[in-house]
């Protein structure tokens, strides 16, 4: 029984231990964290593009009054001198805001070229990250089927060895077991407890040999339940 139950726990323990359920985790918390990244980045590049939209109806806007004022340079509608300065030096504050304008819309457009390049590149991350954590999981779920098929067909032959003992006793050893760290048997070899590792002294072996074969046996340190085996040593 004892055996079957220290088994089991092994079974478990390398079922939660197994590599492929860290790198699972680990590849999940990089695809959160790529996730993350590419929302910051895709409202990065809406904001640039409303930005740019801004700037272009900005630099259209110039373009268009300059145009207006140009035509009218050109056709000769100014008679007046004075009203002529002040066309001319409209026309050049309307080149110099242009100019400016320009240079901010080249600027949103180099750093919306930017955004969107790292958009395409936390998107390729994240899709190579997901097939890994696809490929890892596949793996995990593989090792599992084999664990968990071991693991039930152990606790199969637990049930089949708990029908064939007393309800006392079985019902001493699961409180021996959750009290003791999972073992609450163990053998009796060369002397010494295997549940301890410690050795017995003459006088408890000396009071271990006088009990019959069927009578339950513990230890007087550790109160484990004692299996007497062929070379426990009494």
Request: charge should be negative; glycine fraction near 4%.
């Amino acid at each position: 029984m004892q055996g079957l139950d220290q088994k089991l726990d092994q079974l478990a323990h390398r079922r939660r231990k197994l590599p492929e359920v860290a790198e699972l985790e680990a590849a999940a918390a990089e695809h959160a964290r790529l996730s993350d990244a590419l929302v910051v980045a895709q409202t990065s590049v809406t904001d640039l593009e409303r930005e740019q939209k801004r700037a272009d109806a900005d630099v259209e806007q110039v373009r268009e009054r300059k145009a207006r004022d140009q035509k009218r340079l050109d056709s000769g509608q100014v008679s007046s001198p004075k009203e002529l300065e002040s066309l001319q030096r409209e026309i050049e504050s309307l080149d110099r805001r242009q100019s400016d304008l320009e240079d901010t819309e080249l600027d949103v457009m180099e750093r919306l070229e930017q955004a969107q390049q790292q958009v395409e590149s936390l998107t390729a991350q994240r899709e190579k990250v997901g097939r890994r954590a696809h490929e890892i999981q596949q793996a995990r779920d593989a090792q599992w089927a084999e664990i968990d098929k071991e693991a039930e067909e152990a606790r199969g032959r637990r049930s089949e060895l708990a029908a064939q003992l007393p309800d006392d006793l079985m019902s001493l050893y699961e409180k021996i077991r959750a009290a003791q760290g999972g073992i609450g048997a163990a053998a009796l070899r060369r002397r010494m407890c295997e549940g301890c590792q410690m050795q017995l002294d003459p006088a408890e072996l000396t009071r271990i040999r006088s009990f019959a074969a069927e009578v339950v046996i513990r230890h007087d340190e550790c109160r484990r339940i004692l299996v007497r085996v062929p070379d426990s040593g009494l």
